[in-house]
């Protein structure tokens, strides 16, 4: 069985942000040589997501005010507890539920095996800071 | 390491509908010969989910009802943005972001390792047109 | 290829709450021996979740209002048809969704490769009654 580990390192500019980060799996699974086997790509930090849908700016712009809807900012302590703490990233957590901590993609022939508008994205709730996501190749 | 790898199509007549795929995903387990593994399930559609959840009818009616409220249809570009492309079909993109896109099941003894009440389900929010499920067998 | 399979029963005293199992995930890797490979952990039961967030009572406590606001109990069987059954349990269901029913999580270096406070919950939505959850893991 062959493996490979990859960390990418993610510093978005913005409370709440989308970034394709297909090409970096893409060539984590070439490097690894693998023709066989499973892509497991996942957030590293649970404020954060990582999702497959479509690169489309009109559908990233619905997915963030949707998102606001179900689960609002508020720093507010007495509205989120979790704002207790001192932090103010409640609503954060809360979304990354929503979107999902990690996607789980087929490796056939030496590739991803995508259906035609599957992209992989980072999707931060909780940005301005530097955050990373693991990309583990497993077979053979 | 053994692995399978198959492709189903799905052609769901209603706009949104689920759809037990439990019998196609046992036979590909079945034919891979894995003994110890892991099955991979995806929806490779980006308005379509697969999921476990209960083979009721009046659960399939709750979900429908409730995906309907919390991500209801819309075709006005100026309610969803993803609408502005010529597509009406934004309210499926969130929808199938709640029932999550892949489940991963664990095979043991040559048997997808089950819960007494699971059951793999495709979720179609976005049908009338056809569709592919992947499955993926990994193991010995 | 190496793999392991185990069993943990859970039996949480309420109706909702969630349940740190790192702990019992930590050890099964460590017996399994696998030094680069995947851990999956599942609920067995469709009224529950695994899930990865953060160790603490403030967002717990926000996890619980939150769900019950996006899919609130109610037994009462024109609500939820789901409770045409004799159960009272659709909102389980729902709330299952929201919240997973499974995590993959890499192993390297023969540990759970996980960010700075990752830890893997057992969420319960149906309680008073014994239900079972599955690791697997696999890899080298």
Same mark, same amino acid.
Request: charged share 25%; aromatic share 10%.
């Given at each position: 069985?062959?493996s490979?580990? *990859?960390?990418?390192?993610?510093n978005?500019? =913005?409370?709440?942000?989308?970034?394709? +980060?297909?090409?970096?799996?893409?060539?984590? #699974? *070439?490097? =690894?040589?693998? $023709?066989e086997?499973l892509?497991?790509?996942?957030s590293?930090? +649970?404020?954060? =997501?990582?999702?497959i849908?479509?690169?489309?700016?009109?559908?990233h712009?619905?997915?963030?005010k /949707?998102?606001?809807?179900?689960?609002?900012?508020?720093?507010?302590?007495?509205h989120?507890?979790?704002?207790?703490?001192?932090?103010?990233?409640?609503?954060?957590?809360?979304? *990354?539920q929503?979107?999902g901590r990690? &996607? &789980?993609?087929?490796i056939?022939?030496?590739?991803?095996?995508?259906?035609? /508008?599957? $992209?992989i994205?980072?999707?931060?709730?909780?940005?301005?800071?530097?955050?990373? #996501?693991l +990309?583990?190749v +497993?077979?053979?």
């Amino acid at each position: 069985m062959k493996s490979l580990t *990859r960390y990418l390192t993610m510093n978005l500019p =913005s409370k709440m942000a989308f970034e394709n +980060i297909t090409p970096q799996v893409t060539e984590a #699974v *070439r490097a =690894s040589g693998v $023709q066989e086997g499973l892509a497991l790509v996942n957030s590293m930090h +649970i404020t954060a =997501s990582v999702f497959i849908n479509d690169d489309e700016r009109g559908l990233h712009h619905d997915f963030g005010k /949707w998102l606001e809807a179900l689960a609002p900012f508020n720093p507010d302590p007495t509205h989120y507890h979790h704002n207790r703490t001192g932090e103010d990233n409640a609503d954060a957590h809360l979304k *990354r539920q929503i979107m999902g901590r990690e &996607v &789980v993609v087929a490796i056939t022939k030496g590739k991803l095996d995508f259906g035609p /508008w599957e $992209q992989i994205f980072y999707g931060e709730f909780d940005g301005f800071r530097q955050k990373r #996501v693991l +990309i583990k190749v +497993i077979g053979e």
